[in-house]
């Protein structure tokens, strides 16, 4: 039986303006290699604002549109962490790259709430490891309210003394009061989901003043459903039982049914609730199962209909279909956007020039570790078969035109091709068009003869549908490779394959 899971953990909020905000800072010890972005910490889907580059010296600076004021996560080296800002701010920030950013100093427009931030942040560190939760959740009804009571009246004492201390914004502060309410309220649904069986007691139902308690914490609904994501999965715990049963009994006989059809179907069965939560539950589920990295190129034309006929809010829907573009590309037929771009030699370069002929737009970094690793190698492969019959574009988005010239000596020295750059790299026009992002990174899109877009947007340049457009594109035929041969040439790079492959029979005395 497939089971439809609706548990995904994010984290915070948002709240009104779409005003420029500038950022500006140092990191100490960090490497040129290394990226920052921000994401709207609130939204629904989780694509980078901006992605900036730094010097040799930790240098970086940018600026991007905020949709709200509000909750942002910087990303830096794998690592996150929350910070407040608002249109039109000038934010400064620094940190040692040893720490940065889960440690970071602001100075400038932000100040104020970011301290107020920090200071939260840093109390909920050193207070859970004084609150012993599992305790809580393994003890008595009873005992587990007052700990909860005690827990919420700690948190937001703590809320209410930075307050005094460091004047935040009215709406950080109204965000933070609901965010204890929304920690507290996913305590209370974890404990009761998870009490029965823990206390060998499946007939375990919560009391009234359970109840109570949790009608009380959840007096702000559309507040909540739209700024603190962690509230959206509050409410899917809460209905995960009653899904699950819409999805046993409806799925029958069914074959292909993605999650989010699925959960669409069964929204429009909850008169109770209102539309636009509807719209955030729906959005989160697709974005974590359907609309995700791991899922691209499967159920386009599905999901696009969900959105479509499903997503009322129109911020929503807007910002759904641009995370469908950016992880699975245009829409296959549909005309490629033309892109003017700057070759090795000053020269201008458009990409409608290959038209005509079939090619691939191949987008790449320097910073970017698998172009280099894995990637070119298997790019000459593919060049060298298929150059005769098509053409072949590899599109640079660094930071500046001396890097790119450094990079494509470098990397594609020798492939058969036209090397340009994409002036204003991640932000350039070509990237914004194309849905490139650095988490996609290299990636490249297949455009036909026509100018038409021929393929979805990859990452893996091994896809077998990858050959299977290349060939009928081009009239060739690529070499397919015996599954014995294959075996064989893996076997010769890893010994100890040979031994899975050949197991010697066991030793008798």
């Known amino acids: 039986m497939k089971k439809y899971l609706l548990l995904f953990i994010i984290a915070v909020f948002v709240m009104s303006c779409s005003k420029k905000v500038e950022v500006k800072g140092k990191i100490t010890g960090s490497s040129p290699l290394e990226r920052i972005e921000f994401v709207e910490a609130s939204g629904v889907g989780t ?154 007691n499946p007939s375990y139902k919560a009391s009234k003043a359970f109840k109570d308690y949790e009608a009380q914490l959840d007096n702000n609904k559309e507040a909540m459903v739209k700024s603190i994501p962690l509230y959206r999965q509050y409410l899917l715990v809460k209905m995960t039982p009653d899904f699950q049963k819409y999805a046993e009994a409806n799925s029958k006989g069914k074959t292909g049914v993605t999650t989010s059809e699925m959960f669409a179907q069964y929204l429009k069965t909850k008169n109770d609730l209102p539309q636009i939560a509807k719209d955030y539950l729906l959005a989160f589920v697709m974005a974590q199962s359907d609309i995700h990295p791991t899922t691209p190129g499967t159920n386009i034309d599905k999901i696009k209909k969900i959105i479509d006929t499903d997503i009322k809010d129109a911020t929503i829907k807007a910002d759904l279909l641009k995370m469908q573009m950016a992880i699975t590309g245009l829409k296959i037929g549909e005309v490629a956007p033309d892109a003017s771009l700057v070759k090795q030699d000053g020269k201008g370069y458009k990409l409608s020039e290959n038209k005509g002929k079939p090619y691939m737009v191949f987008f790449y970094a320097s910073w970017n570790p698998y ?71 290299p990636c490249f899109v297949i455009i036909d003869k026509d100018g038409k877009i021929a393929s979805r947007s990859l990452v893996n340049l091994g896809e077998p549908e990858l050959v299977t457009i290349l060939d009928k594109l081009t009239g060739l035929s690529a070499p397919k490779v015996d599954p014995n041969i294959q075996m064989q040439q893996q076997l010769q790079v890893d010994p100890s394959m040979q031994q899975q492959a050949n197991p010697q029979p066991a030793q008798t005395k």
């Open 47 to 200: 694509l980078p604002l901006i992605n900036i580059g730094l010097d040799k010296d930790g240098n970086f600076s940018g600026s991007f549109e905020a949709p709200k004021d509000g909750m942002y996560v910087i990303n830096y080296a794998n690592k996150q962490n929350l910070i407040y800002l608002e249109g039109g701010q000038k934010v400064n920030i620094s940190g040692n790259a040893m720490t940065f950013p889960n440690e970071y100093i602001i100075t400038g427009d932000a100040k104020k709430n970011n301290d107020f931030l920090q200071g939260n942040q840093k109390f909920l560190a050193e207070y859970g490891n004084k609150v012993n939760l599992g305790q809580l959740m393994a003890g008595d009804e009873s005992t587990f309210l007052k700990g909860m009571h005690k827990v919420e009246a700690d948190i937001n004492k703590n809320v209410d003394d930075l307050a005094k201390k460091n004047n935040p914004n009215k709406n950080l502060l109204e965000w933070k009061k609901n965010d204890v309410k929304v920690t507290i309220l996913n305590l209370l649904a974890n404990y009761e989901m998870s009490h029965g069986p823990m206390a060998g």
């Open 371 to 441: 172009i280099g690793e894995a990637a070119v190698p298997v790019l000459k492969e593919i060049v060298n078969f298929y150059k005769s019959k098509m053409n072949f574009v590899f599109v640079n988005v660094d930071d500046t035109k001396d890097q790119f010239t450094k990079t494509s000596n470098s990397l594609l020295k020798g492939v058969q091709g036209v090397n340009a750059y994409a002036e204003g790299g991640m932000e350039s026009d070509i990237a914004k068009k194309y849905g490139v992002y650095g988490f996609k990174l």
